[in-house]
């Protein structure tokens, strides 16, 4: 079979379609994405509202030194950690501050290496200290603990993703700073004049800097301290003692499991894991073979097993690479698109060879038990309804992101393959598989993004295909929540590109990483509306016009697509630096002056996802401080940097603005009128209306308008009798 006519089996098969002319919905593909994301990906439940997730298993190389509540806390690498973006007069290089917390349970735990003393010394004289080792050493536990030695307790995380010029460059002070896993240029590498500069800044701050990386020829030439792990012993031992209430660990350490896994030097990060699994572990009611198997190693192992095996038939490795994709999914679904990874495989085994797959091949059962996984009874919510499914899932979390890795960058031949495979998938009608999809691209990405870049994220960034632009920008999404540093540049690259689907991509993309990026999502925001022509601009205001009919025009969709991600933005964890962005661009050019009341009224008519249904903005404007009396602010007059203006200012001068708005004047309208209407049986609502139309009502114009507004909702379409809406309406 050639690759041509494997491509026409995905056709005939039915995973291929003829594109939709509009791309989905922003607020829809989030729920998507959020609801299908595999569990690998943790913390999944914090995607996309500021927190940081990360793929399970060892596919990010970290180093974790505390444990506490039988979860791993520490410096696993997942990109860009603790780090706080200010909107506006942002500071050159983002830092945020380690919890003091965090310093506590490290101190507890952490075990010097053999250099800790010599990077010590030399981060005491020269204030700047390059501790270069593994990802998984430890290092930047280390680097945490050589400050706190000099006896410092404030902290700060600094941005990797920076340039050596802008090293500490208008970050807020403190009396230390780590910058984690940094990775210089190959073009601008760190030079000794870069660090003659900084030293000169910590001096004046008196302030000390370590930075962790891996030794590489960009700084070949600099002073640095290798970093190597302690010995795992001590660390578990150290582990043990703040997980068991007795000190008697030595006999758990005689055990023969425990030595084995001694023996083979693990990651500091797998240190700790091992730790919650052995202080759990009882002599008297546990086996041995309970913690045999424990350790990326044995899974590292297995997977390196299964494909280095030339007994094992290629569509047993098709199987188990499609449960990676699908763990924790239908059986059916994996075993399906194994079938169709199988057909890719076989062409580059045999190219031209007409055989075609067994429809009766491997048991369900023999099937689990190769891949050491289980089938449960679950229920699947799906479009009609929950359904009854076999659900397949590797009984080690781990395998997945394991297996996907050993099978990307260890058999670069079956890329071609498996590329093609996922591009088949990537537009599939079910939500499930479009999501898997993407988690799997952004799980690639992170350990190899050349190629994923050129095989999968670039061709779709920019396809006729939205559905394909839509892949990539998840991926890339999922992509940086994994760890993958360079998904700010790319986002940079795709947001200026001559491209319209590219573009559009970007910003799509931003719409997920708001409240991670929020400087430069914004930012992006801006220089896309100040892009937009005039017919473009005049579709956010057609949007808001009964009976307005969609444009034709072939980039249509720019404009609208700017507006679904700034209301993602706006109703984020980034919502109060997103709402005075809206107000600043009120003073600035038509474009983004449109899109902030275009943005604005948007949200506005998003309610909670509750039986009461109250208007999210609302809800916002009635919990926030009322300012000082007198204190609400003109649509002109904003105060400064240092005095932020209260939330229920700012919404006040959107809603002014909007009313004021010939464009828009009639949608806002028309969302106050829905206010009302949905408030007339709920006092709580019809109160917090009360106070926002007093906040609105400024001049005596406004309150004619308003009053007329209450009272033609009051009387109800029919002019017959209504609840009352607004005392003394």
Known sequence: MTAAEAEAADQEDGLQEDPPEEPQNAMEAVQELLEHVPDSFAGRNYLFAGGNPRFGGDLIGGDQHTVSGGQVHGDVVTGHKTTIYQVGAAPLHASGLVPIDELIALAEVFRPGPAFDQALRQLREHRVLILTGRADSGRRSAALMLLQQLGIDQIRNLDPDVTPTALLNGVERAEGYVLADYTASRTRPLLRSDLDRLRETLTKRDGYLVITTTHSNSIRDLPTVGWLPPDPELVLRAHLRALRDDVRVKPLLTLEPVEEFLAKYPPIREIAEFAVRLAAYSPITGRPSDLADFGQGAVQEKVGRWFGDPELPLQDKAFLISLAVFDHAPYTLAAECSDKLFRRLETIRTPGRPDGIPPFGSSVEDRMVLARAELTEETEQTPW???????????????????????????????????????????????LVRTRVASTTALLASVDLSATMSGLLGPWSGAKDFRLCLQAANSLALAYHAGTAAVP???????????????????????????????????????????????????????????????EQPDRHQALGLLEAAELMLLSAEAEPTLRALVRWLSGPAALRQLALATFLTAAQRTEDTAVGRPLLLDWYARSPRPEPGGVLSVTVLPAPEEPAPVRSLLVILWRTALEDPHYRDAALGVLRGWLIGAADQPETTARLTELFDDLAVTERDRQRLDHLARTVRRGPTGGPATPVLPGG
């Open 489 to 551: 540049r790319i986002l940079r690259s795709w947001a200026g590109d001559d491209s319209a689907r590219r573009r559009w991509t970007a910003i799509r993309c931003y719409a997920l990483l708001g409240p991670l990026l929020p400087a430069q999502a914004l930012e992006a925001f801006a220089l896309a509306a100040e892009r937009l022509t005039a017919g473009e601009l005049d579709q956010l205001a057609a949007k808001f016009q009964p009976g307005s009919q969609p444009s």
């Open 385 to 431: 309804g929950p359904v009854p499914q076999r659900m397949a899932s590797f009984l080690d979390p781990r395998t997945s992101p394991t297996l996907l890795r050993e099978v990307w960058t260890s058999h670069p031949s079956a890329r071609p393959a498996i590329t093609g495979w996922l591009n088949a998938l990537a537009t599939d009608s079910r939500a």
